[in-house]
């Protein structure tokens, strides 16, 4: 059994959905690990992971207006606002959608369905820099 251990930033320029897919298949083509366990983390607060559609870009646009509609900014019922109209919210999203994700390797590739890709979802308004930690477990 072997694990491979990465990190990775990725730099945002506010509210969206950044892809990731690439970057964890690279991760995994250097591990030399075949056959195992993916887990990313993204190690903040206010933006989280989702593995969504990857090939129409308006179904992640429904997502994020879906999201504003939920947690909408200004909500008067907020109290944690140091930061900004965004952040009671950003932390709420981050809270309703992942931290992490797990997929499965099988033959050297990531398992995602056809139409899936990994996105970070930012949930703040203004760039972030954003630190992701990879683990990959297997042989």
């Given at each position: ?23 964890l ?20 607060t206010?933006?989280?992971?989702v ?17 504003e ?5 200004n ?11 965004d952040?009671?919210?950003s ?8 931290s992490s ?39």
């Amino acid at each position: 059994m072997k694990i491979f251990n990465d990190s990775f930033s990725i730099s945002t320029c506010g509210k969206g959905t950044y892809p990731i897919t690439p970057r964890l298949a690279t991760g995994l083509k250097n591990s030399g690990i075949r056959n195992g366990l993916l887990t990313v983390l993204i190690a903040h607060t206010s933006a989280s992971l989702v593995i969504y559609e990857n090939a129409d870009p308006t179904a992640r646009e429904d997502l994020h207006r879906w999201m504003e509609r939920l947690v909408p900014e200004n909500d008067p019922h907020w109290i944690h606002t140091l930061e900004g109209a965004d952040d009671s919210t950003s932390h709420l999203r981050m809270a309703l959608t992942r931290s992490s994700e797990n997929i499965p390797v099988q033959n050297g590739r990531l398992t995602l369905g056809t139409w899936q890709g990994v996105y970070v979802f930012e949930h703040r308004r203004a760039p972030q820099e954003r630190l992701l930690h990879v683990a990959i477990l297997g042989e």
